[in-house]
């Protein structure tokens, strides 16, 4: 039997569908709040700690309100993840812009926003001067190549990542941004992602640590943060054990100890960008079945489908499921949970152990709080489908209604088949 409950029973789901078809996202606002608190206390020790959360991954302004709520930041890839920041409230150094392959306008919008502005290649201080101009924070990105292993475990292929700039690249473009006036300078890296390991964080920290110190030697740069980035993942198996917050904040501090306190460092700051650990245990996709099939497996179709979480089709990943209702009968039918997509990897789960599915049954797929809706899309024109909130208190707020086929259509607006369109649904209706 499985140890992961989700959020939510499923008379709660009962009263909830009622209003809000399935299938939805649902996130858990104490859950939000609760890892947001444990984050800041496992980094209190740190002067200036700062989660700057990884709107790619949930990027609903509701939540990100949240967060802010919570002492977080945002950390944005794009043009229109600056604006939602921004419409949400996120200030100037309380965003980090964090591209790649960047557009001028978004590099331009990064400016002009005056948030702190991530380098992920040498080429971009001329990029970035030529746009618009070098400000005085700025952080350069870093990607050690090679293969990223704790004790023998290869963890990830930085050697084989688009991301960052070598090791002479970085102490050249810190040289260079001195020159052109920058004042305080930060480093940044991801090396490896999901990790469900407490030593990931620790050991990232030692190599960027004696980076930074390094650095300050050779170039004399004012280091004033280090950000290590996303890739603290979350145990999507029960089996799995979940990263421990404290542990990590604590070998982060050993490593700042060791390395940066006797170097005089010891006013750096520590920020963080996570987003799979903040929001994927607290968000779910709540689907319903809708039909079985027997043929050479034994198959349950659901009315949620890859486009509403497309982890498992294209990761092969792994997503626990509970039948909602059922959570203490034995799993003793194997299934194919199925979406509709006209594409045979569109299965939230393959060969699955689960209590007897009954039409009309609720299954709640966990973790699919971050890169979920997030991932959406709308092959074989389907609709993404609305993000509610659960609320401290209980009630449900719906975050973000579903899409309708006027939206998707939205963009044919000044096209022959606009009125068309709006026709057919119009006598879909009828
Ligand atoms: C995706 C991403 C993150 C968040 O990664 P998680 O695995 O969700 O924690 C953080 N920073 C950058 C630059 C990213 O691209």
Same mark, same amino acid.
């Given at each position: 039997?499985?140890?992961?409950?989700?959020?939510?029973?499923?008379?709660?789901?009962?009263?909830?569908?009622?209003?809000?078809?399935? $299938?939805?996202?649902?996130?858990?606002?104490?859950?939000?709040?609760?890892?947001?608190?444990?984050?800041?206390?496992?980094?209190?020790?740190?002067?200036?700690?700062?989660?700057?959360?990884?709107?790619?991954?949930?990027?609903?302004?509701?939540?990100?309100?949240? =967060?802010?709520?919570?002492?977080?930041?945002?950390?944005?890839?794009?043009?229109?993840? =600056? !604006?939602?920041?921004?419409?949400?409230?996120?200030?100037?150094?309380?965003?980090?812009?964090?591209?790649?392959?960047?557009?001028?306008?978004?590099?331009?919008?990064?400016?002009?926003?005056?948030?702190?502005?991530?380098?992920?290649?040498?080429?971009?201080?001329?990029? #970035?001067?030529?746009?618009?101009?070098? $400000?005085?924070?700025?952080?350069? %990105?870093?990607?050690?190549?090679?293969?990223?292993?704790?004790?023998?475990?290869?963890?990830?292929?930085?050697?084989?990542?688009?991301?960052?700039?070598?090791?002479?690249?970085?102490?050249?473009?810190?040289?260079? !941004?001195?020159?052109?006036?920058?004042?305080?300078?930060?480093?940044?890296?991801?090396?490896?992602?999901?990790?469900?390991?407490?030593?990931?964080? $620790?050991? !990232?920290?030692?190599?960027?640590?004696?980076?930074?110190?390094?650095?300050?030697?050779?170039?004399?740069?004012?280091?004033?943060?280090?950000?290590?980035?996303?890739?603290?993942?979350?145990?999507?198996?029960?089996?799995?054990?979940?990263?421990?917050?404290?542990?990590?904040?604590?070998?982060?501090?050993?490593?700042?100890?060791?390395?940066?306190?006797?170097?005089?460092?010891?006013?750096?700051?520590?920020?963080?960008?996570?987003?799979?650990?903040?929001?994927?245990?607290?968000?779910? !996709?709540?689907?319903?079945?809708?039909?079985?099939?027997?043929?050479?497996?034994?198959?349950?179709?659901?009315?949620?489908?890859?486009?509403?979480?497309? %982890?498992?089709?294209?990761?092969?990943?792994?997503?626990?499921?509970?039948? #909602?209702?059922?959570?203490?009968? $034995?799993?003793?039918?194997?299934?194919?949970?199925?979406?509709?997509?006209?594409?045979?990897?569109?299965?939230?789960?393959?060969? %699955?152990?689960?209590?007897?599915? /009954?039409?009309?049954?609720?299954?709640?797929?966990?973790?699919?709080?971050?890169?979920?809706?997030?991932?959406?899309?709308?092959?074989?024109?389907?609709?993404?489908?609305?993000?509610?909130?659960?609320?401290?208190?209980?009630?449900?707020?719906?975050?973000?209604?579903?899409?309708?086929?006027?939206?998707?259509?939205?963009?044919?607006?000044?096209?022959?088949?606009?009125?068309?369109?709006?026709?057919?649904?119009? /006598?879909?209706?009828?």
């Amino acid at each position: 039997m499985s140890k992961k409950v989700p959020f939510v029973t499923k008379a709660q789901i009962e009263e909830i569908a009622k209003e809000y078809p399935t $299938p939805f996202h649902i996130y858990d606002e104490a859950g939000i709040r609760r890892t947001a608190r444990t984050l800041y206390k496992a980094f209190a020790w740190n002067k200036g700690f700062k989660e700057y959360f990884a709107v790619k991954a949930t990027p609903n302004p509701y939540l990100l309100q949240i =967060l802010k709520e919570e002492g977080c930041g945002a950390d944005c890839s794009s043009y229109t993840e =600056l !604006l939602m920041s921004d419409a949400v409230g996120f200030k100037g150094h309380e965003i980090m812009f964090s591209s790649n392959a960047t557009p001028v306008e978004d590099m331009q919008l990064a400016y002009k926003q005056g948030v702190i502005i991530n380098l992920d290649d040498f080429t971009h201080i001329e990029f #970035l001067e030529k746009v618009a101009a070098i $400000p005085e924070t700025i952080c350069c %990105r870093f990607n050690p190549g090679g293969h990223f292993a704790i004790a023998n475990n290869i963890m990830d292929n930085p050697g084989d990542a688009k991301y960052g700039m070598t090791r002479e690249q970085l102490f050249d473009a810190y040289k260079i !941004l001195m020159a052109k006036g920058v004042k305080e300078f930060g480093i940044h890296a991801f090396l490896a992602s999901n990790t469900v390991t407490n030593d990931y964080y $620790p050991e !990232l920290a030692g190599i960027l640590f004696q980076l930074a110190v390094d650095l300050k030697k050779e170039t004399g740069a004012h280091i004033t943060f280090i950000n290590l980035s996303g890739g603290v993942g979350v145990a999507y198996r029960p089996e799995q054990k979940d990263n421990d917050l404290m542990v990590i904040g604590e070998g982060v501090r050993k490593a700042y100890e060791a390395i940066l306190v006797p170097a005089g460092m010891d006013d750096v700051r520590i920020f963080t960008e996570l987003g799979r650990f903040m929001l994927a245990p607290n968000g779910g !996709l709540v689907t319903q079945a809708i039909h079985q099939k027997h043929t050479y497996k034994e198959y349950i179709g659901c009315d949620a489908c890859a486009a509403n979480l497309m %982890r498992p089709a294209i990761y092969d990943a792994y997503h626990h499921i509970t039948v #909602l209702g059922k959570e203490n009968e $034995p799993c003793d039918h194997k299934y194919d949970i199925t979406g509709g997509l006209c594409e045979n990897s569109d299965k939230f789960a393959k060969d %699955r152990m689960l209590p007897k599915i /009954d039409m009309g049954d609720y299954l709640f797929i966990h973790d699919a709080g971050a890169h979920g809706f997030a991932m959406g899309y709308n092959y074989n024109g389907k609709l993404r489908s609305a993000e509610l909130l659960l609320q401290e208190d209980g009630s449900v707020k719906m975050i973000r209604r579903a899409e309708t086929p006027a939206d998707y259509f939205a963009t044919f607006d000044n096209g022959a088949f606009a009125d068309k369109l709006n026709q057919a649904i119009e /006598d879909a209706k009828k």
